[in-house]
């Protein structure tokens, strides 16, 4: 199992930025990913990143406002969210998987979740 803690959400006005943060620590994994839950909606994937080559891929609501990457060093992905919109708020959670997916179902462990929220 592999233990994945998020930080860095809070409160920010629309138009700004926010860089999320996952640790992880445990067993072997090779795709992190990164998905949101706003409030009475379903869970959705926002980004993925291959840990070792280090590509990318985003849901098309976020393309070119948010960025994944990974510091190998301090087993740690980011998610740096630029230009950000008022729905964008949601409860933002990282997800470890063994294969390259963008289904919730494909990833096994998941962080507890960090609420990010965008005010207009």
């Known amino acids: 199992q592999v233990q994945l803690v998020e930080s860095g959400g809070g409160l920010v006005q629309a138009g700004g930025s926010l860089r999320l943060s996952c640790a992880a620590s445990?067993?072997?994994?090779?795709?992190m990913g990164w998905f949101r839950q706003a409030p009475g909606k379903e869970r959705e994937f926002v980004a993925r990143?291959?840990?070792?080559?280090?590509?990318?891929s985003y849901a098309d609501s976020v393309k070119g406002r948010f960025t994944c990457f990974r510091d190998n060093a301090k087993n740690t992905v980011y998610l740096q969210m630029n230009s950000l919109k008022p729905e964008d708020t949601a409860v933002y959670y990282c997800?470890?998987?063994?294969?390259?997916?963008?289904?919730?179902?494909?990833?096994?462990?998941w962080g507890p979740g960090t609420q990010v929220t965008v005010s207009s």
């Open positions: 990143i291959d840990w070792s080559s280090g590509l990318t």
């Open positions: 445990g067993r072997t994994f090779y795709f």
């Open positions: 997800a470890a998987a063994r294969v390259p997916t963008t289904v919730q179902a494909g990833f096994g462990s």
